[in-house]
């Protein structure tokens, strides 16, 4: 990409060509400006997509596998495990990875810290399509996906800490939509649908708070209904729904500094300098709230711990896995994140990031999957099972990937002149009424 | 999801939270006292009396039309199988919804065997985790459940603290959860026994009016001294169960968890959905609130990113 | 009047026949049939004959009610010198279904709180039977008392052999 763009390659990044003073078509939006021939040379030249091709050629037809002849033959069909690692890792670390969404959105729409701004719709697409993607590997799961509706429409159970999930997961999902439907309005050319979202963004945004409070919080409670199963130093009969919605926080603040980082190193030919500029401090920004979340999340974990008295259980094999998973995974980041912002040196908070987002997960997996049944055995899931979960995630970074070279998330969206123009009469109108976030839109386009 | 109206969905979410109060809310005070239908029937498993036949097993098989064993039902080479490097003996599945198991206690000479099966529990974990309401408590003690309109996300499996449903993993198209469902449709609400009891060569298993079923067990405790071990398991475990055991050894040798706890499954989980009424209402304003105090200092004017690109901003962030 | 006296005095006479025929030896059966629950095991001829010579003790089958007295220290208490009665085939007490609707209801119904856990008729054979057998070193074995019957032969699938029939899934199985 780098060599395309020296040799003169104009990205899409407004409405029309400055060249050709003509609108972009959406041909060739999608091709980001690139003509097709240039489009697929960059795309076959990619060792990466060489790796997704592989991924793709053995996790297809697993996929198709699993769907015609049941979870059966892709799973050990284990009536002691039944959540494998679809949901394990698919569900229960996918979502507090997401988390980021409605960080961001709280800092930058209720606190007003606009400095984070230009990370902020990274952070959406983030949740969004972490989300989404939850949802997905739900389907892989679930025994019968087409029936996902039924607890909206078909039969409630709305006693069941599931219920509440799925009605917020799926809310949460509309309201994330709508949240970066902004990019793809922008995009598409549709400005009155991105002032209408940005009207009601204060309410999406609080929803989004609402929504993700309880519902990291409710995959937790999930595991209360299985008080015997999990190991009581990963269950806490009062405390599971916050340590899972506390360590949701860092989680989705720190897999923001993790794709931040590789969009960087990867794709910085699509960042402005906007983003660029900005990533350094806003990385920091974040590790701060993240290691401030992490020393909570650590006080809660020993709370837990305290609360039922379980430090007996520390003195076992399962007490040195838990303290591992304690230490690498809380402990290490926090103090890396601590050296990292008082020296200012955003390498090392970004290595804390990785840690930090391979702890969450390693904690989903240590709860769903490995110390669950530590009374019978362990589960060690099917070998196309794990393939399953890697082709999902495949297609979690493609998609990923797709959306990030097209849509303004990593840049401006640089309007035309006259509608420039248009808002800043607009700007001076209303000059006197609250400001609206329309405004805001405009102003950052000089 | 994209494809509707913004204010429609608004209206959904808003409406979603308020199914999902008013339905925390209810679980809450309904659950609270729930034990079990007084005219509930149950059946009482009488330990030293089964003589691992396994002719409740080849019953529950005919009944339920299940599909054909592997082994005849009279094989007892069953009972040494065991899964897991050891570590566990037959469970129910998809394929027998009833097993016998032998046991060698450490305190007895003789071998101890136990039916397992679903204990229809008072207050069943499985019913309460699942969210489409697919399972039922009949007023006749059985929990039954509808195919009809599970999803097959399995969380009754997990939540199950006697490892009871089985899952038709083979199946692509119709997978579903089977369990012993007391032989409901077929028999309980006929006024008749389940196929397993009345097969039964020994009465090990005494079918009856769960609050006889006590009666029995303690007469039975209290008129054989050194027989049983004092205790019914299923009388106040896990909110009690219809299906009741009796023991000559400790139930702890005998497969049995020895501490699951009197609470049904439900109260652990009551701590969170009490909580989730009060985030839905105090969350809206509490975080309007910050937001209006944040405007008041910063206010729209300010937020520029060039103005805040200000080198000590960064110092006081979080 | 005087028919009404002939009446009772034959019931009296019949009564103080039967129940006095009770002790004695020529009028117990010689052989019982134990086939009211035939379905997947045939019957079983029993030899009454043959086990009363080896038991010491009517009791020790028949509790209280050959009028032989019991030391089962949960009937003393009512029965240590109980009469004989008139029926005294295991199937007079014990009913063959004893978990019918009907039979729960009667029982729920009934005054007595001490017959509460009244075993059923296939029970309190294989208890009495199989539990002698074993200290006297008897037959234990299902068909060495009652063959299997074809019905019975289906019901326990004895032709059930492991033949694998998920070979598609093992194919596929890495594991």
Redesign the interface.
């Known amino acids: 990409m780098k060599s395309l763009i020296k040799c003169g390659v104009k990205l899409v990044d407004s409405p029309t060509n400055k060249e050709s003073r003509h609108s972009w078509s959406l041909k060739q939006k999608l091709f980001f400006g690139l003509t097709p021939g240039q489009y697929f040379g960059q795309a076959l030249r990619n060792p990466f997509n060489w790796i997704l091709g592989i991924i793709f050629a053995i996790g297809l037809p697993l996929i198709a596998y699993r769907y015609l002849f049941g979870l059966g033959v892709v799973t050990h069909a284990s009536n002691d495990y039944p959540w494998g690692l679809f949901l394990g890792f698919g569900l229960f670390a996918m979502v507090p990875l997401s988390a980021s969404g409605f960080m961001l959105g709280t800092t930058v729409e209720i606190f007003g810290r606009h400095d984070f701004e230009p990370i902020e719709r990274l952070a959406l697409l983030n949740g969004l399509l972490g989300y989404f993607f939850a949802v997905v590997y739900l389907l892989v799961d679930l025994g019968q996906p087409w029936r996902l509706p039924y607890p909206m429409v078909v039969s409630f159970g709305p006693a069941a800490v599931l219920f509440l999930v799925a009605w917020h997961v799926a809310t949460y999902l509309s309201v994330q939509v709508a949240e970066v439907s902004v990019a793809f309005f922008e995009w598409i050319g549709w400005l009155g649908g991105n002032r209408f979202v940005r009207r009601i963004a204060i309410g999406l945004t609080i929803a989004g708070i609402i929504l993700s409070t309880l519902h990291q919080g409710a995959l937790g409670a999930l595991f209360n209904y299985a008080p015997g199963k999990v190991h009581p130093l990963w269950y806490s009969a009062s405390f599971q729904w916050i340590h899972f919605f506390c360590s949701s926080i860092p989680a989705g603040l720190c897999m923001v500094i993790a794709v931040s980082t590789i969009v960087k190193k990867t794709m910085s030919w699509r960042c402005d300098r906007n983003f660029l500029d900005n990533l350094d401090r806003c990385t920091l920004g974040l590790a701060k709230g993240a290691s401030l979340a992490l020393i909570t999340y650590l006080a809660i974990k020993l709370i837990g711990v305290a609360h039922d008295n379980e430090w007996g259980y520390l003195a076992t094999g399962w007490g040195a896995w838990f303290m591992a998973e304690i230490g690498f995974g809380v402990i290490l980041p926090i103090i890396l994140f601590a050296y990292a912002i008082h020296h200012r040196k955003v390498g090392l908070a970004r290595l804390g990031a990785f840690i930090t987002v391979f702890g969450i997960v390693l904690n989903r997996l240590n709860t769903a999957l490995i110390t669950f049944n530590w009374q019978l055995y362990q589960e060690i899931p099917h070998v196309f099972e794990v393939l399953i979960t890697i082709t999902v995630f495949a297609i979690y970074i493609v998609v990923y990937r797709f959306i990030l070279y097209r849509l303004p998330i990593l840049y401006v969206w640089k309007e035309q002149p006259q509608e420039a123009l248009a808002a800043e009469a607009v700007k001076t109108n209303t000059i006197t009424t609250a400001p609206s976030p329309a405004g805001a839109l405009y102003r950052r386009i000089d | ?2 494809g ?1 109206s ?1 204010r429609r ?2 209206a ?2 808003v409406a ?2 308020a ?2 109060t ?3 809310t ?2 809450a005070l309904a ?1 609270g006292s729930f034990s079990g239908y007084p005219e509930g029937m149950g059946v009482l498993v009488d330990l030293t ?1 089964c ?1 691992g ?1 396994r ?1 409740c097993e ?2 529950c ?2 009944e339920q039309q299940l599909p ?7 094989d007892k080479s069953v009972f040494d199988q065991t899964f ?2 050891g ?2 003996l037959r ?1 129910p ?1 998809e394929n027998a919804y009833t097993v016998v198991n032998r046991y060698q206690p450490a305190s007895s000479d003789q071998p101890v065997y136990r039916k397992v099966q679903c204990n229809h529990c008072s207050e069943p ?1 499985c019913l ?7 399972y039922t408590k009949t007023k006749e003690g059985a929990v039954i459940y ?1 195919s009809k ?7 009754c ?3 199950c ?1 006697f ?1 009871i ?3 038709s ?8 959860v089977k369990k012993c469902i007391f032989c409901h449709e077929t028999r309980l609400k006929n ?3 389940p196929a397993c ?2 097969i ?4 090990a298993l ?4 769960r609050k ?1 079923l006590l ?2 067990g303690n ?2 405790i209290q ?1 054989h001294p050194g027989r049983y071990v004092n205790r019914i398991y299923g009388e106040k475990e896990l909110g009690g169960t219809s299906w009741m055991y009796l023991s000559p050894v400790p139930f702890s040798e005998v497969g049995f ?1 020895p501490n ?2 009197n609470d049904p ?2 109260n ?2 009551k ?3 009490g ?2 009424p009060m ?2 209402a105090i ?2 304003a509490m ?2 609130g ?2 209006l105090l ?2 008041k ?5 300010g ?3 060039t103005a ?2 200000t080198p000590g ?2 110092g006081d ?2 | 009047m005087n028919a009404k006296l002939f009446g009772v005095t034959l019931i009296m006479a019949v009564s103080i026949l039967a129940t006095g025929s009770l002790s004695l030896a020529g009028d117990m059966p010689e052989q019982v049939s134990l086939d009211t629950m035939v379905k997947y095991f045939s019957g079983v001829k029993f030899d009454h004959a043959m086990h009363t010579e080896l038991g010491e003790d009517c009791s020790r089958c028949h509790h209280h009610t050959t009028g032989t007295g019991t030391t089962d220290s949960r009937c003393v208490s009512c029965h240590a010198d109980s009469d004989g009665v008139a029926n005294v085939a295991c199937r007079d007490c014990h009913v063959v279904d004893p978990f019918s609707a009907e039979h729960l209801n009667q029982k729920a119904l009934s005054r007595y709180q001490f017959h509460i856990d009244k075993p059923g008729l296939k029970a309190v054979y294989h208890w009495n039977c199989v539990g002698c057998h074993e200290t006297m070193s008897g037959p234990t074995g299902c068909q060495t008392c009652h063959t299997r019957t074809p019905d019975g032969d289906a019901f326990f699938h004895a032709d059930a052999s492991p033949v694998d029939t998920n070979w598609v899934k093992q194919l596929f199985d890495l594991k």
């Open positions: 999801m994209s509707i913004r969905f608004l959904a979410s979603g939270c199914a999902t008013l339905a925390g209810k679980k659950s009396r003589v036949c002719s080849a019953a098989n005919k054909a064993p592997e082994l005849p039902f009279d897991h490097d570590k566990q469970r599945d974990a309460t985790s699942c969210f489409v309401n697919a509808n309109v599970c999803v097959g996300c399995r969380n499996m997990i939540a603290p490892h449903p089985g899952y993993y083979s199946s692509a198209f119709d997978p579903v006024g008749l026994p009891v009345e039964c060569p020994q009465e005494t079918f009856g009016k006889e009666k029995i007469n039975r008129t968890d699951p706890g499954i439900i652990q989980v701590d969170f959905l909580t989730v985030v839905l969350w809206p975080f309007a910050f937001h944040a405007k200092h910063d206010g729209h004017e937020h520029d990113q805040d690109k901003d960064e962030e979080q």
